[in-house]
């Protein structure tokens, strides 16, 4: 299904730009696989606003997998530099608003080896997301992303709610956007949003591959 949405256009510099410049189909380049650079002189699509038959998209209801950028600097387990973490509240709050249920992801740091998950964990974005939220971000603790912590979640998630998946580089396929963590991905939800702008460019699981086996809509966040 192509979805294509009226939003904002992102700015050579990584910023939203203020003023809208036309339509970019979401599925044609695998959920805007090097969205900055295929969307040269139009618009980029926008969360969930107007779609190309000038009918909205209805997340409520709907199980919504987000690939955020929450790829945040960490000290002895504790965030340092919140402002990616931040940026991303708008998009996930429509989300909820709308009645989504919200299945965050996003990569953090590279993990090469088994001894390099413990410090490379999503474990305390979901802790703090859970603060600037105001409710709770339940962290499926998987060690392959999508294991039977985050199938319970995903099974028992009521509108509104929200999940954060373990860190997508535990699985050594995102990197090279293979398919059988693309499919795990994609059985979780029925909408993608691409929200994560520094690694729309590049072909990974959690924002390319991913699309070729989630039916439904793909649009981008706020942020792209």
């Known amino acids: 299904m192509t979805v294509s949405l009226v939003g904002r256009v992102a700015s050579g510099h990584g910023h939203e730009g203020a003023r809208p410049a036309g339509f970019l189909s979401g599925q044609a380049h695998g959920a805007l696989f090097g969205a900055f650079h295929a969307c040269a002189g139009r618009k980029v699509a926008s969360l969930i606003q107007e779609g190309e038959s000038g009918q909205p998209v209805n997340v409520k209801g709907l ?11 960490l000290k002895d387990g504790k965030i340092t530099d919140e402002n990616r973490l931040v940026a991303a509240l708008p998009t996930i709050k429509k989300l909820i608003a709308d009645g989504g249920k919200v299945i965050l992801c996003s990569h953090l740091g590279k993990v090469k080896t088994e001894e390099d998950k413990p410090s490379k964990t999503l474990a305390p974005v979901a802790k703090r997301l859970s603060e600037l939220l105001g409710q709770e971000v339940k962290f499926a603790a998987d060690p392959e992303v999508v294991g039977a912590n985050a199938r319970a979640a995903d099974a028992e998630m009521k509108d509104g709610d929200v999940i954060l998946l373990e860190n997508t580089r535990y699985r050594a396929e995102e990197t090279k956007n293979g398919d059988a963590f693309s499919q795990d991905l994609a059985s979780l939800a029925d909408v993608f949003v691409n929200d994560a702008f520094g690694t729309a460019h590049r072909a990974h699981c959690s ?11 793909h649009v981008v966040g706020y942020l792209m």
């Open 63 to 73: 199980r919504v997998l987000c690939r955020c950028d929450f790829n945040v600097p």
């Open 207 to 217: 924002n390319v591959g991913v699309t070729k086996y989630i039916n439904g809509p």
